[in-house]
């Protein structure tokens, strides 16, 4: 059994930033991903095993960015500019990555999942 860890989140005013961050124990390509009530769970950014290959979903685009930590199996997402509608739960996951320089946009194709943490931007 895979086990993420994941760690920040919280409660942040609207134009503050905030950081989450995940362990994985091992080599894996990594993405987060959040669902608010109600809603169906939305990719928010995925980042491959090397580093190399990013990307964004497009509401989250040019305000937060995805990174590998200093331990290569944590993945780092710095939040800016939070608004409102990003209040939500997120949830860090892991897959193999047989394909470079892809990155899987949909939940079922990650195959490990932490238990979320949850980011409320107040207005």
């Known amino acids: 059994q895979v086990q993420l860890v994941e760690s920040g989140g919280g409660l942040v005013q609207a134009g503050g930033s905030l950081r989450l961050s995940c362990a994985a124990p091992g080599r894996y390509a990594m993405g987060w991903f959040r669902q608010a009530p109600g809603k169906e769970r939305e990719f928010v950014s995925g980042?491959?095993?090397?580093?190399?290959?990013?990307h964004y979903g497009d509401s989250v685009k040019d305000r937060f960015t995805i990174s590998r930590g200093n331990a290569k199996n944590t993945v780092i997402l710095q939040m800016s500019s939070l608004k409102p509608e990003d209040t939500a739960r997120y949830f860090c996951?892991?897959?193999?990555?047989?394909?470079?320089?892809?990155?899987?946009?949909?939940?079922?194709?990650?195959?490990?999942w932490g238990q979320g943490t949850q980011v409320t931007v107040s207005s």
């Open positions: 980042i491959s095993w090397s580093g190399t290959t990013i």
């Open positions: 996951a892991a897959r193999a990555e047989w394909e470079l320089g892809v990155i899987k946009t949909t939940p079922d194709e990650y195959a490990y």
